[in-house]
């Protein structure tokens, strides 16, 4: 157990008669180390964007709601009048007369 502990530790099975067999392993071992380091950084990236976006989406909805309330605030009767008072305009005294056009017959 000791002999190949200290064989494994001075590294005797990268020069021994089939160390192409551990160097090939090494190497592949390696390159799927690489791969999954960069898909772990690659899935980060896409969590701090989404993050990001959410932010943004949350920014963007109260935007929304405070401009539609201000539009709703300018639609009202009483704010028309006091933009328009100084104009010289004034609402009706007498409500609307529905005129109706009877069709003629040719």
């Known amino acids: 157990m000791k002999?190949?502990?200290?064989?494994?530790?001075?590294?005797?099975?990268?020069v021994s008669?089939?160390?192409?067999?551990?160097?090939?392993f090494i190497v592949f071992v390696s390159l799927l180390a690489t791969v999954m380091i960069a898909s772990s950084h690659?899935?980060?990236r896409k969590v701090h964007d989404i993050a990001a976006l959410n932010e943004e989406v949350r920014q963007l909805r109260?935007?929304?709601?405070?401009?539609?309330?201000?539009?709703?605030?300018?639609?009202?009767?009483?704010?028309i009048r006091e933009?328009?008072?100084?104009?010289?305009?004034?609402?009706?005294e007498s409500p609307p007369v529905k005129i109706i056009v009877a069709k003629t017959q040719p």
């Open 62 to 79: 109260s935007e929304f709601v405070e401009v539609r309330s201000k539009v709703q605030r300018l639609k009202l009767e009483s704010t």
């Open 17 to 24: 008669g089939d160390a192409p067999r551990n160097w090939l």
């Open 83 to 92: 933009n328009v008072s100084p104009k010289g305009l004034l609402p009706a």
């Open 3 to 14: 002999k190949n502990l200290v064989a494994l530790l001075k590294g005797r099975f990268l």
């Open 42 to 44: 690659s899935a980060d």
